[in-house]
C-alpha cells in the first residue's frame, strides 16, 4: 500500500458500529484506520480529517480517556453519538440523560449545513443512545433534530466540527453514506485512492510474513467466511500448506454436513477432513443452560478437536498455527477492542484462543473486514456465487437456537403485570401485549442487554393484514421506552388464515425445563428446513441475509414454542426484520403446525439494535 495515501483518523471508544465507519470511508476509496482516543495523531502523515466515534459510555467518565490535542490540530472533526457528546462535552456544552432513549429507525429534520448537502427535510435514521446533548457550545449551531432529541446535529462550520447523534455509517441510515461523503470530499478535501485490492496484495504479502516456514490448520465451517479464508490461505502459502478440518458438531441444519463436504469439493479443496465429534458436543453441553457459557464450551470444543486431529494424523503442532475465518463483527461483539461492551462471546473467541493469539499461533487474514467486503474478496480469488453467497450461519450452529431453562416455573405475574401495564400504554387499540418470562440477548446504546420479548397479538387477524410499516414503528416504541423489553413479536399461529385456528391463550403458557438434547436439534432441524425451503422457493435467498429459527422454551404441554427470525442486513451490524409475503409465511406456518409438535409460533418484529440478530 502506497504510503501517501491521504488518511482519516477514527477513534475508537468501544461502539459496536466504529470500524463499520472506517469501512465506509473505505468504499468511498479512501482509506481510514482506527485509533485509540489517547493516540497522538499529530505524527500522523497526510491526516486530512478525525472522527469520534459512538461508545457505551458518557462523556466525562474517567474510564474513557482521550487526547484534546486533537482539537488544536485544525483538522476536520466530525462526532457520532458518544463522538457527539463528546465534542459538547470538551467545549462547554452539556450532556445529560432523561430516562428515553432512542434505538432503531427515527427521523431528523436536517437543517442547512455542508455536512447535510443534497439532504433536505425528514431523513430516516439510525438512533442507538440513552445521553443526549442538551445545550450547545459556543460557536455551534443546531442544524437537526427528532421530537426525542432536539440536538441531533449540530455545527461549528468555521472550525469545521460536526456532531450527529445518529450513526451515518450503518445502512439503515438512508442517506448515511452521502453524509459521510460530504465529510471526506467537501469538508476534508479527500482523494479516492484506495480500492480492496490493495488490501488484498497487502494481505498475501503479510500472511506469508506472518505464517513465515509453518503451515495452517484451519477450522472450516463451509460458511462463507472460512471459506473465503481458505482460498485466501491457499493463494498465500500454497495447498500443501494449508490442512482444512470440518467437524460435525451435532448442531448443524439438516443434510448440512454433507452438502459442504460436496460444495468445498467441487471448488477444488483437497484437504478437507470431516470429524465426526457430535457425540462429543452434545455430551458437553448436557445440562448447560447459560447461554454464554454453550457459546464458551463450544468454541473450546472446536480448539480440542483441533488438538485431537492434529494428533491422529501426525501433525506436529510447533510446525503449524492455527487458522479461523475471524470477521469484525465476532471481534467487536466480544468487546474486543479498548472500550467494547462485550454482546456475546462468539466461539472463536473463547478464552485459549485469545491465548494462543496472544502467543502468535493464530493467523486470522480476515479479522478486519465485514461480510460484505469478505464476498467481494471471494470474487476477487475467483470462487463461485453459490459459495460466496451462501447464508450466515453461526459457528455453535442450533445449539444458540434452542433456549434453555433449567426448571418448570411460573412466571412472576406481580413484575409481569408491571411491565405490561407499562406497554399497555404505549401499544394502540386494537393491539394488545403480554410479556414473556424468558430472555435473550440484545444491545442496546453498545450495551449488553438480556431482557424480556414482548408479545403483540392483532384479534382475529390474517396474514394479509398484518401491517408491517406499523409494526417498524410500534416496535422501537415500546423497546425505547421499556427497559426490561429488548424485543417486540408477534403471533402468527393463532388464526391468521392458518389451517388451524389455535384458541390458545398465552396466559396459559409456562416455562419448560429444557436443554441441548438430540430430540430438540432434531425437531428445529425440521422447522429451520421448513423456514430455507419456503425461503428459496420464494426466491428471496440474497434479500434476506439470515433466516434463524428459534426454539424456546415456553409454551403448553411441555412443547416449545418457535420463533421466526428473518432479517436483511449488509455487514450485521445494524439489521432490520424481513417482512414476509403473506403467502411465503402462511405456508411457513401451517408446516410447522402440521408436525403437531409446538406450542405457539411467533414472529420477531425487531430490528438490530435492540435486538441482536441471534437470540443468545
Known amino acids: 500500500m502506497p504510503i501517501n495515501h491521504q488518511q482519516i483518523a477514527v477513534l475508537d471508544f468501544g461502539s459496536q458500529y466504529t470500524h463499520l465507519i472506517a469501512r465506509r470511508f473505505r468504499q468511498l476509496g479512501v482509506l481510514a484506520k482506527l485509533y485509540l482516543p489517547t493516540a497522538d495523531l499529530s505524527r500522523i502523515p497526510n491526516l486530512i480529517g478525525i472522527v469520534l466515534s459512538g461508545g457505551p459510555g458518557s462523556a466525562g467518565d474517567k474510564e474513557y480517556p482521550y487526547n484534546p490535542d486533537i482539537f488544536k490540530l485544525g483538522l476536520p472533526i466530525l462526532g457520532h453519538c458518544f463522538g457527539h457528546h463528546l465534542i459538547a462535552h470538551h467545549l462547554g456544552g452539556e450532556v445529560n440523560n432523561d430516562g428515553t432513549g432512542e434505538y432503531g429507525l427515527a427521523t431528523v429534520q436536517v437543517g442547512e449545513s455542508v455536512i447535510f448537502e443534497g439532504l433536505a427535510g425528514g431523513e430516516v435514521v439510525w438512533m442507538s443512545h440513552g445521553d443526549s446533548v442538551t445545550r450547545l457550545p459556543q460557536g455551534f449551531k443546531t442544524i437537526g433534530g427528532t421530537p426525542d432529541c432536539p440536538i441531533a446535529a449540530m455545527a461549528n462550520e468555521a472550525e469545521k466540527i460536526y456532531g450527529l447523534q445518529f450513526h451515518p455509517e450503518v445502512t439503515h441510515t438512508v442517506h448515511g453514506q452521502i453524509i459521510l461523503e460530504n465529510f471526506a470530499f467537501k469538508i476534508c478535501g479527500a482523494a479516492r485512492d484506495w480500492q480492496i485490492k490493495d488490501w488484498l496484495d497487502q494481505v498475501i504479502q503479510q500472511t506469508r510474513k506472518d505464517v513465515k516456514d509453518k503451515k495452517v490448520f484451519l477450522l472450516v465451517s463451509g460458511g462463507v467466511d472460512s471459506t473465503v479464508c481458505y482460498a485466501l490461505l491457499e493463494k498465500a502459502l500454497g495447498r500443501e500448506s494449508v490442512f482444512g478440518l470440518h467437524v460435525d458438531t451435532g448442531l448443524m441444519r439438516k443434510n448440512e454436513v454433507a452438502q459442504v463436504q460436496g460444495s468445498l469439493a467441487q471448488a477444488g479443496f483437497e484437504s478437507l477432513q470431516v470429524k465426526d465429534a457430535s457425540a462429543q458436543f452434545l455430551s458437553a453441553l448436557k445440562a448447560v443452560y447459560d447461554p454464554e457459557e454453550k457459546r464458551k464450551i463450544i468454541g473450546q470444543l472446536f480448539v480440542d478437536m483441533q488438538a485431537q486431529v492434529s494428533r491422529e494424523v501426525g501433525l506436529n ?207 428445529l432441524r425440521e422447522i429451520d428446513a421448513i423456514a430455507q425451503e419456503e425461503m428459496v422457493k420464494a426466491k428471496l435467498e440474497r434479500d434476506i441475509w439470515q433466516f434463524p429459527v428459534v426454539l424456546v422454551p415456553f409454551g403448553l404441554n411441555s412443547k416449545d414454542s418457535v420463533v421466526l427470525r428473518p432479517v436483511s442486513s449488509l455487514e450485521a451490524m445494524t439489521a432490520r426484520f424481513y417482512p414476509l409475503e403473506p403467502e411465503v409465511l402462511q405456508q411457513i406456518v401451517s408446516r410447522i403446525i402440521a408436525l403437531n409438535q409446538t406450542s405457539f409460533v411467533f414472529f420477531d418484529v425487531t430490528n438490530k439494535p435492540p435486538g441482536t440478530i441471534e437470540w443468545e
Open 317 to 523: 503442532s510447533q510446525d503449524w498455527l492455527l487458522g479461523q475465518g475471524t470477521i469484525y463483527p465476532d471481534t467487536i461483539e466480544t468487546g474486543g477492542t479498548h472500550h467494547a461492551d462485550t454482546i456475546k462471546t462468539h466461539h472463536n473467541r473463547v478464552a485459549e484462543i485469545h491465548q494462543l493469539i496472544a502467543a502468535g499461533k493464530v493467523i486470522e487474514p480476515l479479522k478486519d473486514l465485514y461480510k460484505d467486503e469478505v464476498r467481494e474478496l471471494g470474487q476477487l480469488l475467483g470462487l463461485s456465487p453459490k459459495l460466496v453467497w451462501r447464508q450466515p450461519f453461526p459457528g455453535p450452529g442450533l445449539g444458540i437456537r434452542l433456549l434453555c431453562h433449567n426448571k418448570k416455573g411460573e412466571r412472576d405475574n406481580e413484575k409481569f403485570d408491571e411491565i405490561k401495564n407499562r406497554i399497555a400504554r404505549i401499544v394502540p387499540s386494537p393491539y394488545t401485549a403480554k410479556v414473556l418470562p424468558i430472555k435473550s440477548v440484545g444491545v442496546q446504546g453498545d450495551y449488553r442487554t438480556y431482557a424480556h420479548p414482548c408479545v403483540v397479538e392483532i384479534p382475529n387477524s390474517k396474514f394479509s393484514n398484518i401491517d408491517w410499516p406499523e409494526l417498524e414503528i410500534l416496535s422501537p416504541a415500546i423497546t425505547n421506552k421499556v427497559r426490561a423489553v429488548n424485543r417486540v413479536l408477534i403471533r402468527v399461529d393463532d388464526g391468521y388464515g392458518s389451517s388451524a385456528n389455535r384458541d390458545w391463550h398465552l396466559d396459559d403458557g409456562e416455562l419448560i425445563e429444557a436443554s441441548v438434547t438430540k430430540e430438540r436439534l432434531d425437531l
